[in-house]
């Protein structure tokens, strides 16, 4: 074959005319001392013009496919993490109504003592210990109970737990006394801790407001206590 010399324009113009097709339709081709026209260049040159658009469309439709399959992947990622959202949601709701429910019993049988102490309008320790026993029998999460006129403890059982509670002034401690502020304003139980216990469990304190009628008028008496075993309680509800 010739060999076409001369700038890069007058190249491809003899191209295109041995090609016979536009000269705009020819590469662009790159600046060397020559190029073969012959039967294989012109051959390769014209592969590349009539191939080039369907390979742009294939190109085209590859990436558009990668992209599919990369959006399909995200939603099938994302169809996962929500149903593994929704079930640990499922399994907490699960686990708080149970806890709820235990929590709840027992503080209904402290309801139930309170409501002894204001018709009493005052407890002996006999009725206390009695009351006490027959709470512990009914109530498997019980650590202590105890009685706190004035708000300081004055009652405590078991007769072991009196080192620890005996004359404790629930609003001089730290511990309880933020909890006894919000029971008397809100009149009803509110629960403390979990905080550690002498017997090497955690406890939860739940502290009841008192309201005694003397003379006809509402009065706080002051407060009874439940502590619960707070670990029992967690692994009883999961």
């Given at each position: ?14 191209l295109g005319r041995r090609l016979d097709v536009d000269v705009e339709d020819v590469p662009q081709l790159a600046d060397a001392d020559g190029i ?203």
């Amino acid at each position: 074959g010739s060999i076409v010399r001369g700038g890069l324009a007058e190249r491809r113009f003899e191209l295109g005319r041995r090609l016979d097709v536009d000269v705009e339709d020819v590469p662009q081709l790159a600046d060397a001392d020559g190029i073969q026209v012959g039967d294989f260049a012109l051959t390769q040159i014209a592969v590349i013009v009539r191939v080039s658009p369907q390979a742009e469309t294939g190109a085209a439709v590859f990436a558009f496919g990668l992209f599919l399959s990369w959006q399909a992947g995200q939603l099938a990622r994302e169809t996962r993490m929500a149903e593994q959202q929704a079930r640990i949601q499922a399994q907490v709701s699960d686990f708080r109504a149970r806890l709820e429910m235990r929590i709840f019993s027992s503080v209904a049988q402290l309801r139930g003592m309170a409501a002894d102490l204001v018709i009493r309008e005052d407890m002996s320790h006999e009725d206390f210990l009695r009351i006490a026993e027959e709470l512990r029998v009914s109530d498997p999460y019980m650590l202590n109970l105890s009685l706190a006129p004035g708000y300081r403890i004055s009652e405590a059982y078991p007769s072991r737990d009196d080192a620890e509670w005996l004359g404790l002034d629930l609003m001089a401690s730290a511990t309880f006394k933020p909890a006894l502020l919000n029971a008397i304003n809100i009149d009803d139980p509110v629960l403390a801790g979990p905080w550690p216990t002498r017997s090497g469990k955690r406890g939860l304190t739940c502290l009841l407001p008192v309201w005694v009628a003397k003379d006809g008028v509402p009065r706080l008496w002051g407060a009874t206590t439940l502590t619960l075993d707070f670990d029992a309680l967690l692994e009883d509800a999961g």
